[in-house]
């Protein structure tokens, strides 16, 4: 399997997930992308179409040693992307996995953001 058919298969089951899941203004959705080196988190009320929050590895890892490895650096990701909800008043959210198997770094930013006190 190329990576052009892989792409494809993550996008088909992405498509397949958001029919389902919207996020509102209440219950905002926590959106997932995790490239190669980099994972990306945001908060997504779809109803008026605005991203709420986000944080990535790029911009809010200060410490570049961390980069070596990636789970733990998606946990706080997703600790650092619950603290700033609850900040917000955002306490429960909708998981939108992006088509990624709920695994791996995926599974480790939604267990940060569990730990910080988001509901979902």
Request: proline fraction near 1%.
């Amino acid at each position: 399997m190329d990576s052009k058919e892989k792409r494809q298969k993550r996008t088909r089951r992405h498509k397949r997930i958001r029919a389902i899941i919207k996020g509102t203004s209440e219950r905002p959705r926590l959106s997932v992308f995790r490239s190669a080196s980099h994972i990306y988190a945001q908060l997504v009320d779809d109803t008026r179409g605005i991203t709420m929050l986000s944080a990535s590895d790029i911009k809010n890892v200060k410490n570049k040693k961390d980069l070596a490895d990636k789970k733990t650096v998606s946990f706080k990701i997703g600790e650092m992307l619950g603290k700033k909800a609850l900040e917000k008043g955002i306490s429960s959210v909708v998981f939108d996995r992006g088509g990624y198997k709920y695994h791996g770094r995926v599974k480790a930013l939604a267990d940060g953001a569990r730990q910080a006190g988001l509901k979902f």
